[in-house]
């Protein structure tokens, strides 16, 4: 099959530079003319499930059992609800199988995981793997339910041979084929930095560990690492589907940042608050100082009574009329006429009004005494 007539789906790209903290891909292969795999990434849940069977068959029973864990799965990590997700994605199986939904004998193998903060939770039924990268060193987490495995730990084959065994593809257990299947259950302790795959044996029956490792270690976003070790697969034969997840861990250090910006986010708005509330008091403050304080000036010959202060602030006046008297200017004492020109202040409008009074009785003693 020509390279530009197979079809494989990836988690949404992100823009170049961008980094994002989980990544998927699937691909039919090389050899392979449709793709039985299927794959959950919707975070904290992750799963990849290889379905069996053949045409018609393996597609539905994986795409059965993602959609009913979808369903089923616990909102946050808990060992017991997961399980029974995984259970009940093995009953709907065989019962589609019955139904006519699909076709007697059709199975599928799910590795499910489920990673928040620092904790990882795992249910595992076949040969998909979930590895996970500490510490810059890969370690296989899942135990493969296969014939090869079996022997392996037997004693009567190595990896090596395994690798190249004709009975190599044969699991022995899968969802679909027994009602009372249970999943292995795995809970773990992770920490930031860490890195998980997950994968169907399409990428772990064709590259070998170390080269997973050192993809893993290289490719710093999980949706180019992804993308990645499926053309390495592709690369090296692909005589499989391929499915691939990595996703990073963040745990509490992604907790502690979002913490942190809450904080400074609230932070500033305290401030911003408080700022106001100065801001506001200065401006009831000086409103009030002005229109309380007085001075008495001199408009056109006579006294006048003005509230707030003789000054101007970037040309807005500080003081305001409110009212001109009777009293000459003229009928004052020269020095009392030039401190007019300034502006006489007092504290009060009452103050100034007195002031008037003063004014206004030495003027008519200035009167009587010149008549």
């Known amino acids: 099959m020509a390279r530009e007539q197979r079809s494989y789906k990836s988690t949404q790209r992100t823009r170049k530079g961008a980094v994002t903290t989980f990544g998927s891909r699937t691909d039919v292969g090389c050899v392979r003319d449709h ?38 799965a616990p909102k946050d990590l808990d060992g017991a609800v997961l399980e029974h997700a995984v259970e009940e994605a093995n009953r709907e199986i065989i019962r589609a199988a019955h139904d006519g939904r699909g076709r007697d004998g059709m199975g599928t193998t799910m590795t499910a995981c489920m990673l928040e903060n620092e904790r990882l939770l795992i249910a595992q039924v076949g040969d998909s793997r979930a590895y996970l990268l500490h510490q810059g060193k890969l370690q296989q987490l899942t135990r493969d339910h296969s014939l090869m495995a079996d022997m392996i730990e037997a004693g009567q084959l190595t990896p090596e041979e395994a690798r190249h065994h004709p009975q190599r593809s044969v699991i022995t257990r899968a969802l679909g084929s027994d009602p009372h299947t249970r999943p292995d259950m795995y809970e773990i302790n992770v920490e930031t930095g860490d890195r998980l795959l997950v994968c169907s044996d399409g990428l772990s029956s064709m590259i070998r560990d170390e080269q997973i490792e050192a993809t893993m270690r290289r490719v710093r976003d999980p949706q180019r690492c992804a993308s990645q070790l499926v053309n390495e697969a592709i690369a090296a034969g692909g005589h499989d589907n391929v499915t691939v997840i990595v996703a990073d861990v963040t745990g509490f250090a992604e907790k502690r940042r979002k913490k942190m910006a809450r904080k400074t986010k609230l932070s500033v708005a305290l401030v911003f608050v408080l700022l106001l509330a100065i801001l506001g008091g200065t401006a009831w403050g000086v409103h009030t100082w002005l229109h309380t304080t007085a001075y008495l000036g001199n408009d056109n010959g006579k006294v006048a009574v003005y509230s707030g202060v003789p000054a101007d602030v970037f040309g807005v006046p500080l003081h305001s009329q409110v009212e001109t008297t009777d009293v000459n200017v003229s009928d004052l004492q020269p020095g009392t006429a030039a401190r007019l020109q300034d502006g006489i202040r007092v504290d009060t409008l009452d103050a100034a009004n007195d002031l008037v009074q003063q004014y206004r009785d030495e003027a008519a003693q200035h009167n009587k005494a010149e008549g």
Do not use: K, Q, R, W
């Open 35 to 72: 793709n039985e795999d299927s794959l959950i990434v919707t975070p904290p849940l992750f799963a990849v499930a290889d379905g069996m069977g053949g045409h018609a068959a393996g597609e539905v029973a994986s795409e059965i059992a993602v959609n009913v864990l979808a369903e089923f």
